[in-house]
């Protein structure tokens, strides 16, 4: 019987139309007059769905009893034998009720698949076994069914189930009508949307999952492909996408290479520019880490990818990269080798470039000349063994076989040839292993010489007689000859592969301070200073653009005093900077190191530069607003309320003028409003004032949400507010003045732009909530309105100091109250963010860090403290439009 067909309906998360998808697919089967039931489908209250169910032959499901209540499952035995053509099983991933035949409804599929049984299933994204991980991290939510589950880790890979799917359709919507679904309630009942809204369905976690499922699905075709090529023998590369590899060498031609490769690219729609690095297992020494990060940041710049591969042959590599890639075309630049070895490789076809262009198959090679054509790599050859041994080696190659043939003198009396060149020969390899090539060389001539005239007959003299001990004198020199370039090249390659090592360490030092932002530039001179053991380090600068003073902007040990790059080691970081080492001249196989060092000091020197230069346009363009605003506040804002208390104390204060108590009242009220607006004005004018100038000092002890929400809410007209907030929601780090006056002007600002609308206030779960604040476990607190919203182009705006909504003057208030509360939620450690709320309005996003246990001042440096707010002594109270009694839900029902 043959296996039945499996098609898999995948989606980025629920609500895309799965299962609609599935059931539409089944009535066109049914349609074309395949026999086809439903096995098991839900459809999770939603009426489009439940409306496709009817008219398709529904397969009664079986009833286990579970947890003390009933749970519907798929009857498998009725399937089977009801045996249609298609059957219908959603949810690919559930897990089965305790009792049920299998484990996973996965690998009842596979029952009725082996049964001849065609399939049309579902499944998110979310529940593959190899996401996991990355859907958690992205959403917060550890999924409990995944496919595979470990049932038999042994024997099942993650993924392979999936995989194995003769068809995959991707149902696939935007995030944004996904999640205004959600919000018309065609996806959750309303008492969820909410919730859900801000949580799983963020635009963000949506946007993230989408991007998932279709990198998924693309590397599934890309495997396909490549399964299909490697299954007929085909090595010829498929156009079916222009790709382009520049091979580089480590060579400043690399620059050129990669702008031709990008030209190219430029003449057709679409394509990959794809650089790699071929660096030969025999070493770097050619390599100028300092070109390489020019090319690696220049072909991102280009937006092509940059790649490092390894081995023996340098033009098999590449070919093998670009065929793994189906690469169309391959760019590589002429020979930089000079000499009688460059033109014999050239005459000879043993280039890298020739390799590669005959080994190419159908990939186009081009192959582009250059000013560094032909010049040279400028790589002095490796010393071989050091002064020191081949002296010791030349010593030896003059003593050594004198000696040797002392003692053959008294154990080979009779003067055998072959005897007498097995000892020297022993003697050159002893010479080779201590001096290297040309001491052995020198042995070798010195102890053939004595052969000769020892040994060979007629001895006594230099002449030979017998025409075979030439044939033997010959080889003995050549075998001894080709052991000393062995022992010499092996030698070499062990000092180079020692010398390796240790830069790899130090490289990955490094890399690993630059990764964790631990590099200064004072830390990296006083690295420089300790690996190459030198007795001073300085970093020099010669301005913007040069042809100034050079002046010192670091260093570490013993430097002199003139402040001049003139030291015994100078490395040219950038045309204005200079990297120099003093006390000894270092050789030319550090000099690779060098220049790493110096690539790591101008990223640190950019990236100080770019801090710096961020910090004071934003302190200017800040202090300039802040400058014209105050003006205009103080000239118009600040009149209003001061008019209408002076009108109030003149009308009292009138002679000849009786007021009846109730008007008397009113116009104290008068004064009183007028005063609390003054005050409130003048109050965020100052808490501005603190915020610009980096004086606002919170003093942080752990709170839990409900301990402020109340505070912060007095007076919402009943009806206004409701409040959500979990049962285990954690404690944060918070200033309770600076928490309250933040989410009352956030309130306030809602209440006074959403005046038609509720306003909810949800919290998310420390356990189910995304949020981090520079890697450290964040809670979140949503104030959610229906309003008219606001424009995306806007949202930063609305963040910034005197700014309101159109720029309307009629209500209260001179738009400084979002501004405070991001500048005290920034001053505690958090963050403030607007979204739009689906459907119409703003959610604002309070994110603060979760509680260490320990109440303490944010200031950097100081110790902990008691508990206590850094408004203590002001008036920190809500606005006046938002006093009173807070409604809704209680505030405290997440108590613990």
């Given at each position: ?200 369905f963020r635009l963000g976690n949506l946007s993230a999952l989408r991007e998932l499922a ?182 030896l190659a003059v003593l050594l076989p004198a000696l040797l043939q002392l003692l053959l ?196 020197l950019e990236r100080q530069q770019l801090v710096a230069s961020r910090r004071e346009m ?279």
């Amino acid at each position: 019987m043959a296996r039945g067909t499996l098609r898999i309906f995948l989606g980025a998360a629920p609500g895309v139309g799965k299962t609609y998808e599935m059931l539409e697919e089944a009535h066109r089967l049914g349609e074309r007059g395949e026999d086809v039931a439903v096995a098991f489908a839900l459809d999770h209250g939603r009426p489009d769905t439940r409306a496709l169910m009817a008219g398709l032959e529904v397969i009664p499901p079986r009833r286990l009893g579970h947890r003390g209540a009933e749970a519907e499952e798929m009857d498998l035995d009725a399937v089977l034998a009801r045996a249609p053509e298609t059957v219908v099983v959603d949810d690919y991933a559930h897990t089965n009720v305790p009792g049920s035949r299998n484990p996973k409804r996965w690998q009842d599929v596979d029952e009725l698949l082996d049964a001849g049984i065609n399939v049309l299933s579902t499944l998110n994204i979310a529940h593959l076994a190899s996401l996991g991980d990355v859907v958690s991290a992205i959403t917060g939510v550890r999924q409990a069914e995944t496919v595979p589950a470990e049932v038999e880790p042994d024997e099942v890979v993650p993924d392979d189930v999936v995989r194995r799917a003769d068809q995959i359709d991707l149902v696939d919507i935007p995030p944004e009508l996904l999640r205004q679904r959600l919000s018309d309630g065609k996806i959750y009942p309303a008492d969820q949307i909410d919730a859900a809204l801000s949580d799983y369905f963020r635009l963000g976690n949506l946007s993230a999952l989408r991007e998932l499922a279709l990198l998924w699905l693309a590397d599934r075709v890309d495997e396909g492909l490549a399964k299909y090529r490697a299954e007929h023998g085909i090595q010829d590369s498929w156009p079916a996408r222009e790709r382009i590899v520049v091979g580089l060498t480590g060579g400043p031609e690399g620059e050129a290479l990669i702008r031709r490769g990008a030209r190219i690219l430029t003449r057709v729609s679409g394509g990959d520019l794809l650089a790699v690095h071929v660096r030969a297992a025999g070493g770097v020494a050619s390599e100028s880490p300092q070109a390489l990060e020019r090319q690696r940041r220049l072909v991102q710049d280009m937006g092509g990818s940059y790649h490092i591969v390894a081995g023996e042959d340098p033009a098999a590599a590449l070919l093998d990269f670009a065929r793994s890639v189906n690469a169309t075309q391959i760019v590589v630049g002429i020979s930089r080798h000079k000499n009688i070895a460059g033109v014999l490789g050239r005459l000879l076809g043993s280039g890298v470039g020739t390799r590669v262009v005959r080994g190419s198959g159908d990939i186009d090679v081009h192959m582009v000349s250059h000013p560094l054509g032909g010049q040279g790599t400028g790589v002095p050859r490796p010393r071989d063994l050091g002064r020191a041994r081949v002296a010791v080696g030349l010593v030896l190659a003059v003593l050594l076989p004198a000696l040797l043939q002392l003692l053959l003198a008294f154990l080979n009396p009779q003067q055998n040839v072959a005897t007498a060149m097995l000892v020297q020969l022993s003697g050159s390899v002893a010479v080779a292993l201590v001096g290297g090539l040309w001491p052995a060389v020198l042995a070798a001539l010195w102890s053939s010489l004595l052969v000769n005239y020892f040994s060979t007959p007629p001895t006594g003299n230099l002449f030979i007689s017998d025409p075979q001990n030439y044939l033997a004198l010959f080889v003995f020199v050549g075998v001894s000859a080709a052991v000393a370039v062995v022992v010499d090249l092996s030698a070499r390659r062990s000092k180079e592969a020692a010398r390796a090592r240790a830069e790899a360490a130090t490289l990955s030092d490094l890399t690993r301070g630059a990764a964790g932002s631990e590099d200064t530039v004072q830390s990296l001179l006083e690295q420089a200073r300790t690996v190459f053991q030198v007795r001073g380090t300085a970093l020099f600068s010669q301005g913007t653009h040069g042809g100034g003073a050079w002046r010192l902007l670091a260093s570490a040990g013993d430097v002199p005093a003139n402040h001049a790059p003139d030291g015994e080691n100078v490395e040219e970081i950038n045309p204005t900077t200079r990297l120099v080492l003093y006390g000894r001249i270092l050789p030319a196989s550090d000099r690779r190191l060098l220049a790493a060092f110096g690539v790591h000091l101008a990223a640190q020197l950019e990236r100080q530069q770019l801090v710096a230069s961020r910090r004071e346009m934003m302190r200017l363009a800040e202090s300039n607003t802040m400058r014209t605003s105050i003006l205009r506040a103080v000239s118009h804002d600040l009149r209003t309320p001061l008019a209408g208390i002076k009108l109030a104390v003149g009308g009292l204060r009138r002679t000849g003028v009786r007021y009846t108590p109730q008007e008397e009242q009113e116009l104290l009220a008068t004064i009183e409003e007028c005063s609390d607006r003054l005050d409130l004005l003048v109050g965020n004018l100052l808490d501005m004032s603190r915020i610009t100038s980096d004086s606002v000092s919170p003093r942080l002890r752990p709170l839990r949400w409900y301990e402020v929400i109340p505070g912060a809410l007095h007076g919402v007209p009943p009806g206004r507010v409701r409040v959500e907030l979990p049962a285990n929601m954690p404690e944060i780090d918070a200033d309770q003045g600076m928490l309250e006056r933040v989410i009352a002007n956030i309130v306030e600002n809602a209440v006074k732009y959403a005046p038609d609308s509720d306003i909810v206030v949800v919290g998310t779960a420390g356990g189910l909530s995304p949020a981090t604040l520079r890697g450290r476990p964040a809670g979140e607190l949503r104030i959610i309105d229906h309003g008219r919203g606001v424009p995306a182009e806007r949202v930063l705006d609305m963040f910034r100091p005197f700014q309101r909504l159109d720029d309307d003057a009629r209500g209260a208030g001179i738009g400084l109250g979002l501004a405070v509360a991001k500048g005290f939620t920034e001053a505690m450690g958090g963050r403030l963010a607007a979204e739009a709320t689906p459907g119409g309005g703003l959610t604002m996003v309070i994110t603060l860090p979760l509680s260490t246990g320990v109440p303490f001042d944010a200031r950097p440096g100081r110790a902990p403290l008691e508990p206590q707010s850094a408004l203590t002594g002001r008036r920190h109270r809500p606005p006046l439009s938002v006093i009173g009694q807070e409604t809704g839900q209680d505030a405290r029902q997440d108590t613990p």
